[in-house]
């Protein structure tokens, strides 16, 4: 029996309607093979919208339908539900992107509204050939696997396990804390870091429900909706958590001392080292590399001294696996490299400092405990702040870090705090927008800071007078006054940009989760939802997203935390019905689907052998099919047939102009050729 198809065009405002025509797009789709209904409205996606198409399923006994609106990342599932609710299986719902992929790319009113008509033309040639397709339900493991351990991950752990639910918490270094550790103050209530932190570091090493592996890393993800296996790598610490106490007295003895990683290389540590003194756990690693026994067969004072004999040089690492149904990523961020910028003599200059330097010289547990000094000692005359270090610039990263504004402000107040310098900050533009900012900002106009609005073009010794002997000269283009300043200073501070982790790529591939330009990973929604990700049994929290300050990290995190609940709460998660099959009488057997499926769902098995996919580990993702060279895979709704039939839709419609064109031409006398 012939389907039965309605078309819905949505002006999207003036998303859509500004640059296509859209009541043309509805009108040539009512023209369309088997288009029994066709109508346009301004916002399809609204609760009147959803009720036209509705009221047409029944009223019209429609059995397939398309959506002409924007991408299906953002309304898919809105509009399978809409379908659902009137009785039509949702699989015989398409959407034909005619937002992201022609109203906002294309420039000519005449040509988008062309380009519509055909990727409406095609999507109606496909939809005529779905099937309806059925989901399945499938029982969520009780479990909530949180990777990283800074503050998104230590509030998501928290919540989730308050909930009652089992929490494993993964964190790469031995202690959770992450950046918010190294902190001296929060912005803009001057809260000490570690004062706020810390309850919540300890209470996430003494939760029940908190399963803390610290100095551990994710390295496999295998198993499907809600039923994941995370592979758990236990770094040999070559201490033996349970038998230490913590007591230090290895870290006392042992002899060998390097930069330490926790004061940015200005401070030391020892081969033998907790992170920072409130560490949670308090347990003490090995640094193989830094180690003189490691290195030369000689020493083991940290194993003399060991009263409880916890130190264990032949410690291998441990691989562990545990079932999770939901996973909150809060992997963090990375500081910009202010090496890659040299105009500003960080590296060159023993005086400038990045951020997160000055956080922990500003720090009463830093590495000079909290005495602002120069190099050659002494208090500082005068100290420059220059924002926007690697960000809002074409050269590095065009995104705002949203932080560096605000943090180089509680920078310039402590400076205030601990000196007598005079304090300038150099500024593109003040960005002050969280509750309490602008307060702040005028608290600082207040206590002197002098603001100069210009973006800083280098850092200099060259002196040109006598005032500048000695000095780091800052040199900026003062925008409000048309001046190039030169202001001879004794200290730089660099408001560093915020960037994704080095390895976001590698974690992203891993759980498959996609990232922005920038390296980010991208919310399911950036607005409706901001923590989850193209995976419902994935959430994401905290700058792993991209900048923010800490309140709004912790809301994402809670909101992370509640999407896991809510998941877990109902107990079972419904399997995309969209998968992969294997026509056994085609199949060459060469496995090239077996290598390249990137959820691992195909496998061989039997006798004789044949190729099976695990339709409840398949993600319908179609990477077999297109590269099955016997073409003996077929994706549902992706198949052969209606591919070719979505092709041939689109090139009708061409070839329909075509016919319009050479009919205009002819009228006017015009050569047709």
Same mark, same amino acid.
């Given at each position: 029996?012939?389907?039965?198809?309605?078309?819905?065009?949505?002006?999207?405002?003036?998303?859509?309607?500004?640059?296509?025509?859209?009541?043309?797009?509805?009108?040539?789709?009512?023209?369309?093979?088997?288009?029994?209904?066709?109508?346009?409205?301004?916002?399809?996606?609204?609760?009147?919208?959803?009720?036209?198409?509705?009221?047409?399923?029944?009223?019209?006994?429609?059995?397939?339908?398309?959506?002409?609106?924007?991408?299906?990342?953002?309304?898919?599932?809105?509009?399978?539900?809409?379908?659902?609710?009137?009785?039509?299986?949702?699989?015989?719902?398409?959407?034909?992107?005619?937002?992201?992929?022609?109203?906002?790319?294309?420039?000519?009113?005449?040509?988008?509204?062309?380009?519509?008509?055909?990727?409406?033309?095609?999507?109606?040639?496909?939809?005529?050939?779905?099937?309806?397709?059925?989901?399945?339900?499938?029982?969520?493991?009780?479990?909530?696997?949180?990777?990283?351990?800074?503050?998104?991950?230590?509030?998501?752990?928290?919540?989730?396990?308050?909930?009652?639910?089992?929490?494993?918490?993964?964190?790469?270094?031995?202690?959770?804390?992450?950046?918010?550790?190294?902190?001296?103050?929060? /912005?803009? =209530?001057?809260? +000490?870091? %570690? !004062?706020?932190?810390?309850? @919540?570091?300890? &209470?996430?090493?003494?939760?029940?429900?908190?399963?803390?592996?610290?100095?551990?890393?994710?390295?496999?993800?295998?198993?499907?909706?809600?039923?994941?296996?995370?592979?758990?790598?236990?770094?040999?610490?070559?201490?033996?958590?349970?038998?230490?106490?913590?007591?230090?007295?290895?870290?006392?003895?042992?002899?060998?001392?390097?930069?330490?990683?926790?004061?940015?290389?200005?401070?030391?540590?020892?081969?033998?080292?907790?992170?920072?003194?409130?560490?949670?756990?308090?347990?003490?690693?090995?640094?193989?590399?830094?180690?003189?026994? /490691?290195? =030369?067969?000689? +020493?083991? %004072? !940290?194993?003399?001294?060991? @009263?409880?004999? &916890?130190?264990?040089?032949?410690?291998?690492?441990?691989?562990?696996?545990?079932?999770?149904?939901?996973?909150?990523?809060?992997?963090?961020?990375?500081?910009?490299?202010?090496?890659?910028?040299?105009?500003?003599?960080?590296?060159?200059?023993?005086?400038?400092?990045?951020?997160?330097?000055?956080?922990?010289?500003?720090?009463?547990?830093?590495?000079?405990?909290?005495?602002?000094?120069?190099?050659?000692?002494?208090?500082?005359?005068?100290?420059?702040?220059?924002?926007?270090?690697?960000?809002?610039?074409?050269?590095?990263?065009?995104?705002?870090?949203?932080?560096?504004?605000?943090?180089?402000?509680?920078?310039?107040?402590?400076?205030?705090?601990?000196?007598?310098?005079?304090?300038?900050?150099?500024?593109?533009?003040?960005?002050?927008?969280?509750?309490?900012?602008?307060?702040?900002?005028?608290?600082?106009?207040?206590?002197?800071?002098?603001?100069?609005?210009?973006?800083?073009?280098?850092?200099?010794?060259?002196?040109?007078?006598?005032?500048?002997?000695?000095?780091?000269?800052?040199?900026?283009?003062?925008?409000?006054?048309?001046?190039?300043?030169?202001?001879?200073?004794?200290?730089?501070?660099?408001?560093?940009?915020?960037?994704?982790?080095?390895?976001?790529?590698?974690?992203?591939?891993?759980?498959?989760?996609?990232?922005?330009?920038?390296?980010?990973?991208?919310?399911?929604?950036?607005?409706?939802?901001?923590?989850?990700?193209?995976?419902?049994?994935?959430?994401?929290?905290?700058?792993?997203?991209?900048?923010?300050?800490?309140?709004?990290?912790?809301?994402?995190?809670?909101?992370?935390?509640?999407?896991?609940?809510?998941?877990?709460?109902?107990?079972?998660?419904?399997?995309?019905?969209?998968?992969?099959?294997?026509?056994?009488?085609?199949?060459?057997?060469?496995?090239?689907?077996?290598?390249?499926?990137?959820?691992?769902?195909?496998?061989?098995?039997?006798?004789?052998?044949?190729?099976?996919?695990?339709?409840?580990?398949?993600?319908?993702?179609?990477?077999?099919?297109?590269?099955?060279?016997?073409?003996?895979?077929?994706?549902?709704?992706?198949?052969?047939?209606?591919?070719?039939?979505?092709?041939?839709?689109?090139?009708?419609?061409?070839?329909?102009?075509?016919?319009?064109?050479?009919?205009?031409?002819?009228?006017?006398?015009?050569?047709?050729?």
């Amino acid at each position: 029996m012939a389907p039965r198809i309605g078309v819905y065009v949505c002006h999207c405002g003036s998303n859509i309607a500004g640059k296509v025509d859209v009541k043309a797009v509805g009108e040539m789709a009512k023209n369309l093979p088997n288009v029994v209904t066709a109508r346009d409205y301004q916002f399809m996606c609204s609760e009147p919208g959803q009720e036209l198409i509705r009221q047409d399923i029944r009223e019209k006994d429609l059995d397939a339908v398309v959506v002409a609106a924007c991408s299906p990342l953002m309304h898919e599932k809105t509009f399978r539900g809409t379908c659902a609710s009137a009785g039509l299986n949702h699989y015989r719902m398409q959407m034909a992107n005619i937002r992201e992929h022609c109203s906002w790319v294309t420039e000519d009113p005449a040509a988008a509204t062309e380009k519509a008509k055909a990727i409406v033309a095609g999507t109606v040639g496909k939809v005529r050939h779905l099937r309806p397709l059925a989901e399945r339900e499938v029982p969520v493991v009780q479990s909530v696997l949180v990777v990283g351990g800074g503050i998104a991950g230590i509030q998501a752990a928290l919540q989730c396990a308050d909930a009652g639910y089992k929490v494993y918490l993964v964190e790469r270094k031995q202690s959770i804390g992450g950046h918010m550790a190294m902190l001296d103050k929060t /912005f803009p =209530t001057l809260d +000490c870091s %570690a !004062c706020i932190l810390t309850p @919540k570091m300890v &209470a996430v090493g003494q939760h029940s429900n908190i399963k803390l592996f610290a100095y551990s890393e994710v390295e496999g993800i295998s198993g499907y909706a809600g039923n994941m296996k995370a592979k758990i790598r236990h770094k040999a610490a070559y201490v033996d958590f349970e038998k230490c106490n913590g007591c230090g007295i290895c870290q006392e003895k042992c002899p060998a001392k390097v930069p330490n990683e926790f004061e940015q290389g200005r401070g030391q540590r020892k081969a033998v080292y907790t992170l920072f003194a409130q560490a949670v756990p308090n347990k003490p690693v090995i640094d193989k590399a830094a180690c003189i026994y /490691f290195k =030369t067969g000689k +020493c083991r %004072a !940290c194993e003399k001294f060991c @009263k409880r004999n &916890a130190i264990d040089f032949e410690q291998q690492d441990r691989v562990e696996e545990v079932d999770v149904g939901a996973i909150i990523l809060a992997t963090g961020h990375e500081v910009f490299d202010a090496t890659r910028m040299p105009q500003y003599g960080y590296g060159k200059y023993p005086d400038v400092y990045t951020s997160l330097e000055f956080e922990r010289m500003v720090n009463a547990s830093g590495f000079s405990q909290g005495k602002v000094l120069t190099s050659e000692g002494k208090e500082p005359d005068s100290i420059a702040i220059i924002h926007c270090t690697g960000s809002r610039d074409q050269r590095y990263n065009t995104y705002c870090s949203e932080v560096c504004c605000m943090y180089s402000l509680k920078f310039a107040h402590l400076l205030h705090e601990h000196t007598h310098a005079r304090i300038y900050n150099f500024y593109i533009d003040m960005r002050c927008v969280g509750k309490g900012y602008e307060e702040f900002y005028d608290r600082l106009l207040n206590e002197g800071v002098r603001f100069v609005r210009g973006k800083v073009a280098g850092v200099t010794r060259d002196a040109r007078d006598v005032s500048e002997h000695g000095k780091l000269v800052v040199q900026a283009e003062d925008t409000l006054t048309g001046v190039i300043r030169r202001v001879p200073v004794d200290m730089v501070i660099l408001a560093n940009a915020l960037e994704a982790q080095k390895d976001a790529g590698e974690v992203g591939r891993l759980f498959g989760i996609s990232r922005n330009k920038a390296g980010f990973f991208i919310e399911q929604h950036p607005k409706l939802n901001p923590f989850g990700t193209s995976n419902n049994c994935i959430f994401i929290a905290g700058t792993c997203a991209g900048p923010k300050d800490i309140p709004y990290t912790v809301s994402q995190a809670s909101a992370a935390a509640s999407g896991a609940i809510t998941l877990l709460s109902r107990g079972n998660a419904l399997l995309e019905a969209v998968g992969a099959h294997i026509d056994s009488d085609l199949c060459s057997r060469c496995l090239t689907c077996v290598s390249i499926c990137p959820y691992q769902a195909i496998s061989v098995d039997g006798e004789p052998q044949l190729v099976a996919v695990d339709e409840t580990l398949c993600h319908g993702c179609g990477t077999c099919a297109a590269a099955c060279p016997a073409g003996a895979i077929e994706a549902d709704n992706f198949n052969d047939n209606q591919i070719l039939h979505e092709i041939e839709g689109l090139l009708s419609w061409r070839k329909e102009r075509g016919k319009e064109t050479e009919a205009e031409l002819a009228g006017t006398g015009s050569p047709t050729k």
